[in-house]
Each structure stands twice: as C-alpha cells, then as structure tokens.
Nanobody, 127 residues
Framework: QVQLEESGGGLVQPGDSLRLSCVAS?????MAWFRQAPGKEREFVAS????????YIADSVKGRFTISKVNARNTMYLQMNSLKPEDTAVYFC???????????????????????WGQGTQVTVSL
C-alpha cells in the first residue's frame, strides 16, 4: 500500500508560478502528475522515473512545467511557471508499481501493475 499526499495548490493570477509537492509513503516508485479540469477527463501532465534519471513532460505544458524528485524524501515536485487559466484543474500525483513507461501514462495501469493516487490539490488560475 502506498499513500500519497499532495500540497501546494492555490489561487493565482495568469503568469504566476506555483510548486506542487507530493510525498509518498513506502517504497520509491515511478511517479507522475495528472490533472482534471471540471467536466473533462483526467489527463497526464508529467512523469519521473524511480531513479529520477528519466522524465517526460506533456506537450501541453512543455516549456512551462518542470518535474523533479528528491528520493531521500520520497517527494516529487511540479514547478509550474507562466500559469494560464486553462491550467486550472485538480492536480493528482500517482505512482506506478510497474516498469517505467516512456511518454504519456495511460489512465489505467498495464497488466500486473498498480496505480496509487493522491487525493488531489486544486490549482486555480484566474484574474
């Protein structure tokens, strides 16, 4: 069992920055951020491997968002710069107990793997 706890969300203005954190209990896994806007399907944002040597950023946020992880703290971060109103969503962190997936993660894990999800943190970008 893995427990995840996100923090760092809030209300900001367009162009501002936020840093989200996700602390994971238990073993270190490959980790990712997803987001879900009202009325929309949850979408992949970024991922980082267990070793932190590999990462992937979705095209929709590339150049503005950065993912990182401090293994000693079992904590993953999402640095979000130049925020736009369309970034408004609940942001969820997730871990994948399977092997590393390059590219976007699907919403469901592959056979034999498990996803664990955090409870989410709200990010609102508005004037």
């Amino acid at each position: 069992q893995v427990q995840l706890e996100e923090s760092g969300g809030g209300l900001v203005q367009p162009g501002d920055s936020l840093r989200l954190s996700c602390v994971a209990s238990g073993l270190t896994y490959h980790m990712a951020w997803f987001r879900q806007a009202p009325g929309k399907e949850r979408e992949f944002v970024a991922s980082i491997s267990r070793s932190s040597l590999q990462s992937y950023i979705a095209d929709s946020v590339k150049g503005r968002f950065t993912i990182s992880k401090v293994n000693a703290r079992n904590t993953m971060y999402l640095q979000m710069n130049s925020l736009k109103p369309e970034d408004t969503a609940v942001y969820f962190c997730a871990v994948d107990t399977g092997s590393w997936q390059s590219g976007s993660w699907p919403l469901s894990p592959r056979d034999g793997a498990l996803y664990y999800w955090g409870q989410g943190t709200q990010v609102t970008v508005s004037l």
